[in-house]
C-alpha cells in the first residue's frame, strides 16, 4: 500500500491517496462529488486544475490534457484531474471553474458524528419532466428515448464514453412502453450507478430509501435511511435465527459445511430474518416496500456466506480460504428480498475468512485508513476483530475470543440484557449497576471486566489472575469485602451478589474459573494487538487512539479494560467507544459513494495477519493471559 | 456521421473511424486485435505509435502520454493510441513494438469470402494448468485467486483498471470452492468480455462453441460455430412458428398486441424453434449443449421484440417506434435456451421499428459502412429493406414490398421451394426451370420478375404494366408467344405452362393483376432507393455497388431486377447476390469483436429514413411502378 499526499489548496486540506490513482478518484475516495460531462474520459475539459509542484516541467506531465490547455497554463502547471496519475506527492490549486463541479456536501452523519464522506448514494432518482413525444421524425426507441432525456440532463454520460452505456434491467423493458405513455412521458428514472433499476410514473423522486444492515453472530440490526436526507426513519433488531444451529460461528459453519440442503435451510432463516426486519422497518416508517432500492449489508465472512449460499466448508479448515473477498451486488429479486425486486443487494467486501465486512465497516466508521498517525481499533462481538494502522499500511488480524465476554462459558453470565450487573465497584462494599435497574440475574461481560479491574485493584486477585486465598488478602481491605472471598472444595470465588436467605435473589458471583476464562479472551485480544504492533513495526506508546467497537465495546468502561490489559495502557482520552461501528459504516457506504469505493480499496489494502500458527502470537498470548503489572502493557 | 481518415503506415492501409473516437478503438473496429495490459487506460505505455502529421506541435497532442514518452519522441510525434482522440485525418506510422501487440489474424469467412474482421470472439477460454494452492501466507479468496490468475496471465486487466474488475455469474460463485478443490486448482474459466460466466475442471479449451441465429420472418436459420477455428460445423432451419399467426409481420404484430398472454404465446413458440434448432446443431455436430456460451441473434424489430416478450403494440402504430434499439445481453437462462445456462444471447441492435438486426447484419456483410464509394444493399425478404451510401454517412428505409415477391398475392405464386418455376427464358417459345426439376406447381418470386422481365422486352408488356391485347402485340413476337396471350371475361393473362388436356399438369398463368401487385411491390422498392439517393444528394449513376441480400435476392436474376427497374440501372457487374447477408452478420458478431462493435457503432449511425408520409416518397413511387423506358431507373 503506497501513499501519496495531496494537498488541495488553497485551503490546505490534506488528503491520501494509492499511488498509481488518477486525481479524480482520490477526490471522490476523499469525499468531494465531482460530476463532469465525459465522465472522467478526458473529453470534457471540465477538470482543470493546478499542480503546484509541477510547473515548468511538461516532459514530467502526468496528463493528456493538451487539447484543452494553452501553452500558458501548461507552463503554469495546469493539468485535468482525471487523467493525472498520482506518483508522487503533489499540491494541487482547485481552480474557480473546477470548485464550482466540486460539490463538498454536508458529511453523512453516522453515530453522532459528521463525517468527511458527502452525502451522494449510488441510488438516485431523476424525474424526467418531459421527454419530447415521438414523431417521424423522431422515431427514437423508449429506451433510448429516456436515455437521452437522461444524457441530455446531465445525469448520464454520452453512451459512446460509457463502456457499455446505461444498463438495463430486462423487466424494466417489459413495462417500459405502457409507464411512459400512461404517465404521459412524465416518469421518474432511478438509476443505480449507471444502471436504470426501475421507472415509475410521475414524480416520485421523494421516496427513496435504502437500508443499512448488520449480520450480527448474534444480533441483526436493520436501519431504514431516507436516502434523499441521510436521516434514520426507523431502527429494529432481530436475533440472528441461526443462533439455534449453534451460538458461535464455528458450529454454524460445520453445519452449513454438511451439504447443500443445510446451506440452504441456513440462508433461509437468514432471508426470513432479514425480511421480518425489512417488513418492520417498512410498517413503522410507512413507507411502500418498492421505494427502498437498495440494502447495504455488513457481517463476518461466515454469515456473509450463509446468507448468500456461498459454501462456508473451507472457512473452516486452514488456510482458512472464503470463497469470495471483493465487494457484491446482488439483485434483490435473487435473495426475494421484501424491497424493490429490481433493486440491489450491496454486500461490503470481506478482507478474510474471519474478517468480513463489519470490520471494513470499522474501519469507514472510524477513519482509520486516513490518519497519518497510527490508530487501533478493536470490535469485540462474538469474534474479536484488530485493526491497527494508518494511511499507510492498516493490519487486521482476528481472535476466537468473544464468547466469554458475551458470557458464555461464566459461571454467572449472561449476555448484556435486562437483569445483567453491566457496572460494578468496589468500596467498602460491592456497588454494582444493573441493566433495568431490577434484581440482578446474572453479569454481564462489561461487568464482568469491571469486577475483575476492581478486584485487581484491591489485591484480591494477583496479576496471574489468582483470587487470593482469605488469610493472603492485603490486610487493608475492607471487612465486608474480605468476607466475600469464600471457598469451597478446593473452589475459590469472590460473592458479588448474595442470595443467602433470599427466596428471589441468588446468589452471584465470579469464580477462579471465570477469570481463567477471562483471562484467555483478553489475552487473545492482547496477544493479537501486540503482534500487530510488532508487524507494524511500532510500540504500544506509538497508538495513538484506541476505538472499541461493536455494542460490547460501548458499553465497556475503558479504564477497566485498560487496568486488566484488554487494551493497551493509554491515557483514557485516547480511548473512544464508537458503538456499533459495523453498522455505521454499512450507513455510510449506503449514503455516499465515496464511503463505498473507500471500502473496496481498503478490503483490498489491509493486510491480514493470519495469527494461527504463528509462534510469536502463541508467546505473545502466554504472557498478554496476566494481567498487567506496573502500568506496563505486556 | 462524421468520419475521419486513418491511414496506417508504413502499408498505407486506410480506415475509416468516427469523428471523436479513441485511435486503439478504431484500430479495433477496424479489425485489428490490440491487448494491452493496461486496457487502454493510459498507465502501461506500450501502445506507442507516431502521428505524422502531428510533429512537433505538442499544444496539439491529443494524448496523455507523457510519462511514457521522451522529449525526442513527442517532437517526433509520438503518442499512445489509447489515448489519441481523433479529430481529423490523420497518418499513424506503426512501430515495430506496437505492431507486436496488434494481431491482424486471418478475417472471419463468411459465405465464402475473407472479410477483415478477425477471429476474435466474445467468448474466450483460457486453462489455467497451476493456480498456487492456498496457504497461510496465502489466504486470497478462491474467487481472487482465479482472477489473479487470469490478470497474471495477462487475460484480464488488473482489477483497479476496470470499473469493476471481474464479473460475477453469482451461480459460478456457489460451485467455485468445489470445483477448484476437484480439478487440483486445474480449471478453464470461461469469458464473456471481462465477465466470467463458467468455469470447467480441467483443461476444455478445445470445446467452445456458438450459434448464429437468423429469426426470419418465414424461415428461422442457425448456424453452429467453432469459436476456436470459426468453422460452421453444422446449419439447420425451420419456418418461423409464427407464421401460424399470420403470414406477414404486421398480423403477429397485431396479434402479439392484444395483450400479455397472446405475446408470452408468440414468444414461447419462438423460444421453442429456437430450441429445436440448437438441439438438432447439438445433435448433427455431436458435441455437448454446455460448450454452447453464446447465440447471437438477428432479425428484424417485430421478432426482436416478440422474442425477448417486448409489447411490440408501438411498432404497429405511426410513429412505430421500438422499445429498445440498442445492442442486448439476455442471460440464456431466462429464456431457457438450450445451451450453457449462464452464457448469454446477444442480440445485435435494431435501427428503427422496421429495420433491425438483420439490416444491420447485411450491413456488416457487405461492409457498406466502410466504403468510401457509395453502395446499395437491397434485402427482399417480407419486408423490403434498403441501405445506401458510404463510410461517410448511410441512410436506410424500409418498404412493405416483400408478399408479393414471396407468392403472396399472385395467382399462382409460392415460395422458392420444389415445384416452383424460378426462371423463364422467352424465346421462339417459353422456357421454364423448376425447382427440383419437376413438374411446375407455381412460380417464385424470381420467375415471375424474369418472366414479366422478357414480356417486356419482347413487347408483351408496355412499360405501364398493361399485357396487349392479343391484336396488339408486335408483329415480330414468335406466334407460339401470341397465342398465350389470352382473355377470358376481360381478365387478360399469360399462359407459362399450359395444363390444357393434362391430369398432372395445372396451367399456370400471370394474370394482368399479377403484374399490378409486382408493380406495386417493386414500385415501393424503387421509390424507397430513389428517396434515399435524393437524401444523399447523389445520383443513381454514382452507386457504384449493387448488393442483393436475403434468400431471395440470391435467385433473383439481376438482369431480369434491372430490366423491370426493381434495381437501378447499372452494368450487372457491380450487382452482386450476397445471399443470407443478415446471417452471415450474425456469424460475424459471434465471431468477432470488432463486427459487433461495428454493429453497434453502425445502429447508432446510419440515419433512419421514414418513408410512411413522405409526399416524395408518393410520388416517387407512383412514378416507379412503371417499367423503364430507355435504360433509365426513373
Ligand atoms: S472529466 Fe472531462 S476532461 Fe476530465
Ligand atoms: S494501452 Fe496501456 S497505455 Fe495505452
Redesign the interface.
Known sequence: MHKVKVTLLPEKQEIWATR?EILSEALLLAGYILETPCAGH??CGKCKVRLENRKDS??????????HL??EE?QQGCRLAC?V?L?EDVQVQITTSFREMLRKTMGVTVVGNETDFPLYPLVRKIFLQQLPR????????????MERGLVEGGFLPR??HL?K?LQ?D?EI??T???VL?ASDYQVTAVLYNHKLIALEEGDTTSQMFGVALDMGTTTMVGALIDLNTGKQLAVTSRTNPQRSFGADIISRLSFGSQGQEQLLALQAGLVEAVNQILDELVQSAGIEPNYIYETVVVGNTVIHHLF????P??LGQ?????????P?Q?KAR?LKIHMRDSGYLYLLP?I??FIGGDAVGVILATSLYQSSKVQLAVDIGTNGEIVLGCAQQLLACSTAAGPAFEGARIKHGMRAVYGAIEQVKLGDEVEVQVIGSVSPQGISGSGLIDAVAEMLRLGIIDHTGRILAPAELPAELPKKLKQRVVEEKHRREFILVSGEGLTNQKTISISQEDIRELQLAKGAIAAGILVLTRELGITIEQINQVFLAGAFGSCLNPSSARAIGLIPNLPLEKVKAVGNAAGAGAILALLSRSARKQAAQVA?EVR?I?L??RPDFQEAFLGAMYFPRNNKFY
Do not use: C, F
Open positions: 498509481g478526458g473529453i511538461s516532459l514530467e506531465l502526468y496528463a493528456n490534457e493538451w487539447q494553452s501553452m501548461i487523467q496519475v506518483k415521438p414523431t417521424l421524425e423522431d422515431q427514437l426507441g423508449d429506451w433510448e428515448r453512451p459512446e463502456e452505456g438495463l430486462g423493458l417489459r417500459l412502453p405502457a405513455r448468500l449460499g456461498l459454501d466448508t473451507y486452514g488456510p482458512y480460504v472464503p470463497v469470495v473477498t471483493r457484491l446482488v435473487r470481506n478474510a475468512g483490498r491480514h493470519e494461527s500458527g
